[in-house]
Structures are given as C-alpha cells and as structure tokens.
C-alpha cells in the first residue's frame, strides 16, 4: 500500500478500492442480521410456548401452522447438516474433524475474500500484480474489526445473535487464519512483481511502508502460530499477556503502513478493545465491591469492602468445592464466571461453570485440580480444611468474580430433554436439570394463566427428562450425590399435582467395581425390610413398559458376569476402569457388571443415619443415592438414549452434552443420524432435537 490517498483510485473501469470492504461488510452484515433474526424468533418461540402451556394448549412444543412447520423443517435441516462430522479411524481411536457447519462457515468467509481480492482481475497478467496487491490490502484492512467484534467477552455479535463469547472464539481464531491468507497474497503480488527486475530488496531498503508492512505481516504469523492449541494450551496466562503485546505491535505498524481513508477499520478495533475493557471493569467493580450491594450489607449478609467471600473445600479425585455464599449477582444455569482469588494465585483468572441455581443462595463451583491454578487451589483447601480456626478469616477467602457468562436456549421450552455429562461435566447439566424441576413446581404452584407473550413466563413446558452422568467412582459421585436425591425427591412429590411428567435420572460407574454391588446389596436390604411406595430400584434403566415392583426384583438377582478381557483395563495401581457399554433395551431380563482387577480401596458406601445415640448392627443404612436413581458398572449407549427419549417425545426435544471430547463426539454423530434415520419434520411425524454441547476446554 501507499500512504497517499488511494481509495479513490478505479483501475478499467472497477469499483475504487475503498468500496472493497464496504462490499465485505455487506456480506458480513447480512449473516449476522440473518442470525439476530433467528436468536429473536428463539426469544418469541421460548414465550409462545411457555404461555400457550400456561393457557392449556396440548403439546405446545410442536408446530401446527404450516409457517411454523416450515422454519421447524428449515432449522432441522440445518442442524442435520451442519452438525455433521467425518470420523476417520485410527489405531485404537476415530480422528474426528471439524463439523460441515463450521468448515461451511470458514469456507464460505474465504470465498467471500478470494473473490474481492481478484474479481474483474486476468491472473495471468503481470501487469496486474501491482493493482491485484493493492486490492488485497485493502480487502485485508475490511477483516480487522470482524476479528475484534469475536474477541472480547462483551461480545456485541454475541448479543444480537445470543452466541456466547467462549463458542465465537474459534471464528475469532479462524477469522484471524483468513486475515493472515489475504496479508500473504497482498505481499506476495507485490513481492512477484518486483522479483524480475531484482526489486525486492532496494524496496525493503529504501521504501520506508514496505518493511512497516513486513513486520506487521511477521507479527501476525506469530499471533497465529501462537493462538493454536498445543502452544496455547502451555501457559494461558502468558499466551494472553504476549497476545494483547502482540495486538499493540501489530496495530501500530499496520496504521503507519495504510493509507488515512482504511483508518477508520484501525480505530474500531482500539475502541472495540477499550469498550470491552471499560465494561468489564465496571462490572467486576460494581460485582464485588459491597458497597454497590447496600441491601446485602444492611440485612448482614455483606461486610467488609468485598462482596465475595468463598470457602475452598477438598473433594475426592482432586477436586475442591468453593462456594461462595449470598452471591451479589444472579445467573441462570449453565452459565459460567471467571473467578480470582489473588491469595492463592495471584493475577489469574479461571472460567468456571456454576453447579448451583440461584434458588439455593449460594454459588457453588467443582474445580478437578489440573496444572497452575487449579491445582493451588486444591492444596489450599487440603491445607486448611478442618483445622480449627479462631476467625471466619482462615476459613474463607477473598475472591473476584466476573460474569456471568454463556447462553443457551432455555429448556423448559422443550418436550423432552436428556442430558448427558462426563465426570465434572455434571456442573453443567445439573443445574439445568434443577431448572425444569423449577419449572415443575411453578406449574403446580400457579393457576392456568392467560395466553400472553407481554408478562413474563413461568413454568416449564417439559414432560420428560432424561438425565445420565458418567462417573470413574463414588468419590465423583458424591460431589452432587445429595443435590440429585433432593431432585429426584422434589419429583416425587410433584407426581401428585403432575402426573403427565416424568423423570429418569441413570448413573453409570466406570471404574470402582465394588460400588454397584454394595448399592444392590443395600436396596435388596431396604426392598426386604419394608414395602417401599414407589417400588425397588435396581440397577438398570427404569423402563415405562416394565413392571416396577414385579420385573425389578427379579433383575436384582440376575447378574450376569462378563469376562475380564473383554471389559476392563487395570490401572498401574489396580484399578479397574470398565469399558463395558451398557445396552439398556436388553436389560430386562438380565444385568450386566463387570469383573475387574483388582479389590477397591473405597469405604463402604452405606453410612449410618443422623441419629447417632446408638450404634449397634441394627444401625439404619441410606443408599448413596436415592433409591429411585438407577446405578450402572459400566458406559453408557448415547444413541440409544438419546433414540429412546425421542420416541416418546410429543414436540421439540432438546439433546445437551458436557463432557469429555469423546463424549461430546459421539453424542453430536448420534444426534445427526437418529435425526436423518428419522426424518425429522420430514413427513414421518418426527419431531425437531436442539442439540448443545460443552466439553472440557478453554
């Protein structure tokens, strides 16, 4: 580029330079416009059936207009294709590739670009290279504010579109990837048209814009190169300190390489940066500074100059509860915060998903101790936990909350839901199972309302959910072990008011083999001491078809043992972890465990009951869980589930994942086949699945 004034400049006829990134705008303009239009028919779409249920109306999660049909037609279609992802197997493992929606997304962002860069241009004209580099710069210029617009956390496409900060950040990531493509053809035409006349060097000696140019170009390789997973990955913090040095650089050179009429696709990316620096600062102010919080302050439940005060517990499998009790904020579930506590770690900050809902007046979050922070603050809740102090001082900590952030669509909206969780992955899914409990309680606690999409909705739509959590042990399983009793619970008595819904809540246990054993042992205790009201549970999927009192005892019995090669892989210190996949369709006759390695070291799982004045071998014992939650040895069959609850489903269903990245693959590969072995809206009655999936990464 030059320094002159240039956007002016028509080459045969063309459009002048300066119209080329209006062009991308356009473009750019459009799917984002098309995708805040789908995020506001969502917002309705949440209402209308919320209030179309409150006002009685059957089955308000499946379309009746043809209109509606059509769009549920259109978005299922989409989901179908755009989910969709090409596994190629390998030793031991499948290699899963990006999703066709987002390498549509990607692919369709480069054709965009390729064809601004050379429309109306003969490649094959030396004489063109010149305009063809020009051209491409400032095409290149158009891309810097979409990059920024992805970056921040107060993410403005992520407001219009109700996308969230953390899922743009691959397309920020990818957008970057375009940028750095469209900069190398850029210097490239201009480097080819030098090159045979031996120009290359005396431009970089004597033109003071063509080596400005170079160093912006080499600071953006270094940004991308750095931004990738594996190098990302080793230090965060030092990836985001050297990332923001980096931006400065490479803003300051590219404003002093481009002519004054692009600056202004400079200076958005400075204010975007700002404006999103500015918000988050006012908002970890205004969060955790007790005096923004006078209502907390004078009911006693704030004191001090902070308002966040959070108390670091140690858990099994390396884990540490922190909660932070009367939190100043509300959140809804599934979303996350970034939490600090320059105590332990000083100057880091670490998204965690909230596993509380704001009902319960605390804010809970299970961290697994991995390197860095995580595993500081494990040590310090081993360090502290239990040792008698004078002070609440020594047992709580100062922290800093930001947030909250994430967004998905609302579930209470949706027929039928399942959710599926690996290990911590239940911090995500079982505050929304808690949510359409909520929900419940709302529709037996109000009269039929007024079909209205003006006052604000409650109750839930929901008839049925399905939830699965897969976890290595009952160590894991007690991190949430009483929140899923007191679901299950809340449930029952709702059954009463709400027969229509229904609730089936499966724990499979992969590597503690004792487990599942003395869980049978202790309900055919409870089954064999009292006629319990809502029948014996065993150790198998509650299926509707099946009789509850006469078929579950009798499944009790019939354990069928499975080989030992064929279902477990020891661990170097004896452990077993079960890779038998449960098929729950054929365990009505049988049940299927598995025989592992070696004894566990776990302590029993039953334990006495609060009443402690006697203790003798009459002694009360309690399940783990509640006695209506089903316990497997073993891996659960997504397909299978996900297949099971839409069958049943009148409407929507809403299918959601977090977990490892295994889990979350063969979830999102299951979801696409069942809905094109199905046809969903496609003239066999089968309705739409909304799918959402986290897994563990940042």
Known sequence: MSGMAMGSMSMGGMPPLIAFPKYYWAVVGTVIGIATVVNIFNKILYRQRLASARAGVARPAKPRLWLMVSIATAFALTREASNFSVRIPLKNRFLRLPTVGRVSLVLANIAVLLVLCFYGFDLNDRWSRENIGYRCGFVTIAQFPLIFLLAGKNNLIGYATGVSHERLNWLHRWCARCLLLTATIHMGYFFADWAPYNYIATELRQNTLVWKGLVAWAVLVWMVFSSMSPIRGWSYEVFVLQHLVSFAVLIGFVYIHTPVEVHVYIWIPVALWWFDRVVRILRIMYLNISWFHPRQRKNG????????????????????????????????????????????????????????????????????????????????????????????????????????????????????????????????????????????????STAEGTRSLLKPQTGAVTRHVRFTWVVKSRGQLGWLA???????????????????????????????????????????????????????????????????????EDALGKITEVKATETKSCGPNGTCCCKTTIDETSLENEITTCSCCGPSDQAPITRPTSNTSSVSSSTEVKPFVHSSISVFAGRPNPRDIIRRSLEQAWGESAVVVCGPQGLVGDVKQDVCSLSDERAVHKGTGAQGIYLHTESFAY
């Open 301 to 444: 439940q704030i004191s001090g100059f902070w308002a966040c005060k959070a108390e670091f517990t140690p858990l099994p499998h390396k884990t540490t509860r922190i909660v932070i009790r009367d939190p100043p904020i509300s959140w809804t579930p599934g979303q996350h915060v970034f939490l600090s506590c320059h105590t332990i770690i000083p100057l880091q900050s670490h998204p965690f998903t909230i596993a509380s809902i704001p009902e319960d007046g605390t804010m809970e979050f299970l961290v697994k101790a991995e390197a860095g922070g995580t595993k500081s603050f494990f040590k310090h809740a081993e360090k502290y936990h239990g040792l008698p102090t004078k002070s609440d001082r020594s047992r709580t900590k100062t922290v800093v909350i930001e947030g909250p952030y994430g967004t998905l669509r609302p579930l209470r909206q949706f027929d039928s839901v399942v959710l599926l969780a690996g290990s911590t992955g239940a911090t995500f899914t079982v505050p929304l199972l808690r949510d359409i409990v909520q929900g419940w309680k709302e529709n037996a």
């Open 482 to 552: 009483e929140q899923l009793s007191s679901v299950y619970s809340d449930f029952e008595a709702l059954q009463t008011d709400l027969r229509h819904i229904k609730l089936d809540v499966t724990i499979y246990v992969t590597c503690d083999e004792t487990f599942t054993e003395e869980h049978k042992n202790i309900l055919s205790r409870i089954t064999a001491s009292k006629q319990p009201q809502h029948g014996p549970v065993e150790l198998r999927s509650q299926t509707p078809s099946l009789d509850e009192k006469g078929k579950m």
